[in-house]
């Protein structure tokens, strides 16, 4: 991809190369710079508005003489935005439902967090649902994502809301074209998407995470050696209509 465009619009990349285009600001500067048409879906895990607050999981550690949560730090927006903006892409994939409701939205992808787990024990949401106008009806996803306990023994890095590869895959999997991410966080929606061979854009307003979806996207996209789009569907989704 030939970045040029962006960069003549004033856009200024944090991180770049064929497929990535990273940028370091608040998406809501940067979306009325990029044409509507630039972009064939919107993948994003915005902030509910819901003040996600994960210190209690630091304090019940250190009751237990063991290391605070490296990864319980505040995120941006998460006391309350404005995210109709979002609905304004016709192709668009929003975690957040039922927070984030989506009167046009034709299909839902319930992410089963822990399967195999009795819910009455879990300490967290045992799911994450996802509205969408890229299929109809429903589709699971199950990924296990709680503490230790990650699919295909994932690395997890410091931002509370990172999505696994196996969810965004799946999502990717399901369109075409390019992808734009106005929520980035730790950039797992590029990097996904270059280890696909699809060109996207990521904007995250905080610089640590910039710089960590950066790192990511510099290096080779095999942490994982990645299946086939036909193998991916067959080992990962549930649909019903």
Known sequence: MDWEELEQLGIKPYY?????????????????????????????????GISLDLTWLSDLNASRSKPRNKIDVPIVGDNGIDLEFLLNYPQRAIFGFPYIYDADATGWLVWDKQPGIDTDRTLTSPVEMLSTTLWKGFRLVRCMWAGYMRDNGEYRFAHPTQKPQKVIDYIINKSEGLILDPFLGSGTTCYCAKKLNRFSIGIEIEERYAEIAANRCRQSCFEFEPQSQQDNQSNMELETS
């Open 16 to 48: 770049k190369d064929k497929y990535v285009f990273i940028i370091n600001d608040d998406c809501r500067r940067i979306l009325p710079l990029i044409p509507k048409n630039y972009i064939d879906l919107c993948l994003t895990d915005p902030p509910y």
